[in-house]
């Protein structure tokens, strides 16, 4: 497996590949990665020539007061994972490699940033809309891969691609979860023996709004309330948000229908901020 830190050696290598009518996939990561990542380069290894694993912890993606310098970083493992997965290079830039002495130039996409995590993110969106840009120009992959544990994310980057007409296909992976149901997250380090078990309150939550429509119940604001007060059991738990979207632009709904409904939770335990949602008809 290659490992290149620099822009100019990916280039050189993707340069390579396209020359022999390879196909590319990308799994964008920010490291410390868990098997939801491996997911992602398992599903991209299946379907492409190349894989390509970036491992970068994207600055401008973190507000002023959020946990940049405390965000997990263990390089070495990643690149035991990504060679033991099949990946053909793993990209490990720094910022000033990514973003250069002068960096006056952002992704913004509109609406679907506004709610959700953005609402308390301002800045996150743009950060991660900039730097997949920059990684899907740097890779010129075929495909890249991102998991549905952040389904606005998934979904932003669907509606960048959509909009400005990128020449890349992007590929949305279930969420791989620890065997008590809570989604696999790199933040899951920060929470102490305590909250960790606290933390499962979010699948179980979860788990309750859809046993309500599996029985049948359509109104949305039923279903939105059945979870809340699932999540209010737990007394570690603060709630950030617990809201049901449509998919495709991320805004309010009242009723399931044919279309595809974004039920997504961002909760506290502790000082951590954990999100996950489910996709239903």
């Known amino acids: ?24 996939g990308l799994v964008p990561t920010m490291g410390y990665l868990h098997e939801g990542h491996a997911s992602l380069i398992k599903k991209a290894r299946e379907q492409n020539d190349r894989v390509v694993v970036s491992d970068f912890v994207n600055p401008t993606q973190f507000g002023p007061n959020e946990d940049l310098e405390q965000y ?16 053909d290079l793993i990209f490990h830039p720094t910022p000033e490699e990514m973003y250069g002495k002068d960096h006056f130039t952002k992704v913004h996409v509109d609406t679907l940033t506004a709610g959700l995590c953005g609402a308390v993110r301002p800045v996150h969106f743009d950060g991660v809309c900039t730097v997949v840009t920059k990684l899907f120009h ?16 998934l ?15 992007i590929v949305g992976c279930p969420i791989v979860r620890e065997a008590d149901g809570l989604a696999k997250s790199s933040r899951n380090t920060y929470l102490s023996p305590e909250e960790r078990k606290a933390a499962v309150i979010l699948s179980a939550s979860l788990k309750e709004g859809k046993k309500a429509i599996d029985a049948g119940e359509k109104d949305l604001k039923k279903i939105t309330d059945i979870i809340t007060k699932k999540l209010e059991t737990e007394p570690l738990a603060r709630i950030d948000y617990v809201s049901a979207v449509d998919f495709n632009l991320l805004q309010p709904k009242d009723r399931l229908d044919g279309e595809e409904t974004l039920i997504a939770i961002a909760v506290y335990i502790g000082k951590t901020r954990e999100i996950d949602n489910i996709i239903v008809r």
């Open 155 to 169: 979904a932003v980057v669907k509606r960048m691609v959509h909009d400005l007409n990128y020449n890349i296909e």
């Open 72 to 87: 997990p970083r263990d390089f070495e493992a990643d690149k035991k994972l990504c060679a033991g997965l099949g990946a």
């Open 1 to 24: 497996m290659i490992v290149a830190e620099t822009i100019a050696d990916v280039k050189k290598y993707v340069k390579e590949w396209k020359k022999n009518g390879e196909t590319i």
């Open 138 to 153: 740097i890779a010129e992959a075929d495909r890249a891969y991102f998991g549905q544990k952040d389904a606005q994310q």
